[in-house]
């Protein structure tokens, strides 16, 4: 028995990831952000789009820089990228991980005290320098270590040579926001580290939205992640990224039901009319929001199709009414995100952020990798 899509078909939905389209953008971003570096965020699998797919495409584009949020990702990224490429760790290593992760070549992001110690202690016993990045919390309050702290083992001689920071990062609070104070905030509280240094190291600030900060923010590497796969930062003079997820749900089935009739649990939508109903296959087990009932839609050949009623564990339902009769039939796809059906207009009907819809997509999804560049379609 197949449990999860599994990229067999015949679930109730399935999702394409452009290869091409996420070559495209990380042009657009490389292009947007040089000379820095672009680095890759593909954490919680590429968020949600498959990163044993997804990462060696980017390399492949020249992306040698990924990070991940732990070790397990690192550890399953790591055989499907070319062995220059680098993975950095975004909330470290706990105190049990750190000698695996060494071991295995990932660097981690020391945040606290006792990360980077656990780290020295690694590379004094291994006797090996052990690369790692230092983040600086510069204002965010998330992640990372006092800026009092992190210059006092940036210029630690013996700390720098046992584990060499390859990167000095910090991370943006409000860089969806242009004239937000505390990004000049956080950048300056960054820089004060770094210019008290005899050799500062390279820095990194940025994700996706701080990319259209300017050049101020964009230091030796970016971290991009939700650019990448298409969601443009909503931003004045970022570029419209490409789209790179399609979501497409299959039809169950499709009924008559008079004016009056109830669609779903608790009935929550009664028919003011005649109308036509399609049952799909995508519920909120697959990752689409129950808030998506009475307020999201699916999109037919340009026509917008109202999401009708509670979305339940399987299957969802739309009104179809709009359509010619037999347009839509059993078996047939309609877009619930693509083109058509965008991902920012998606997250704001169900009042969460583009990131979210994304990563919840569930297993049950098949996922097919798409490049329209060769018209070669590599199942995942
Ligand atoms: C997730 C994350 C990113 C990527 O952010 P996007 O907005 O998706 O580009 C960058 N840096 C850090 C520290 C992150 O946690």
Redesign the pocket.
Do not use: D, E
């Given at each position: 028995m197949q449990l999860a899509g599994g990229g067999q078909g015949g679930g109730g939905g399935r999702i394409s990831v452009d290869l091409a389209a996420l070559r495209a953008n990380y042009a657009v971003l490389a292009n947007a952000a040089a000379p820095a570096a672009v680095g890759a965020?593909v954490?919680a699998d590429a968020?949600g789009l498959g990163a044993a797919a997804v990462a060696p495409a980017l390399a492949a584009a020249g992306c040698r820089q990924f990070?991940v949020?732990v070790l397990s990702e690192a550890l399953a990224l790591q055989p499907h990228l070319p062995a220059d490429a680098v993975i950095y760790v975004?909330n470290g290593l706990a105190s049990d991980e750190a000698e695996r992760g060494a071991a295995a070549g990932v660097r981690p992001?020391l945040n606290t005290s006792r990360q980077a110690r656990d780290w020295l202690e690694v590379a004094q016993r291994v006797r090996r320098p052990l690369d790692a990045a230092l983040?600086v919390d510069t204002g965010m309050s998330r992640?990372g270590l006092s800026p009092e702290t992190a210059q006092a083992l940036a210029a630690d001689a013996s700390f720098r040579t046992a584990a060499p920071i390859a990167l000095l990062?910090t991370?943006l609070a409000c860089?969806d926001v242009t004239d937000h104070p505390a990004n000049a905030l956080q950048l300056a509280r960054l820089r004060a580290v770094a210019d008290a240094l005899d050799t500062p190291p390279p820095l990194s600030i940025a994700?996706?939205?701080?990319v259209f900060l300017g050049e101020d923010f964009h230091a030796a590497v970016v971290?991009?992640?939700?650019?990448?796969y298409g969601a443009a930062?909503v931003l004045p003079g970022a570029p419209v990224m490409s789209t790179v997820v399609r979501l497409e749900a299959r039809v169950l089935q499709v009924r008559d039901i008079p004016a009056g009739a109830g669609v779903g649990y608790g009935l929550d939508h009664i028919a003011e009319q005649p109308a036509r109903i399609a049952t799909l296959g995508v519920g909120y087990a697959d990752g689409w929001s129950r808030r998506l009932g009475g307020r999201g839609a699916a999109m037919f050949e340009g026509v917008r199709l109202p999401m009708v009623g509670r979305v339940s564990m399987d299957s969802c339902a739309i009104d179809i009414s709009a359509l010619a009769p037999g347009a839509l039939d059993e078996g047939d796809y309609v877009e619930l995100l693509g083109e058509a059906a965008r991902l920012d207009d998606v997250a704001r009907a169900a009042d969460t952020i583009p990131?979210e819809i994304l990563t919840r997509l569930g297993p049950r999804l098949a996922r097919t990798y798409l490049d329209t560049a060769t018209a070669k379609e590599v199942q995942g």
């Open positions: 965020v954490k968020y990070f949020a975004l992001v983040q992640l990062m991370h860089a994700n996706s939205a701080g971290r991009t992640g939700i650019a990448l930062p990131y």
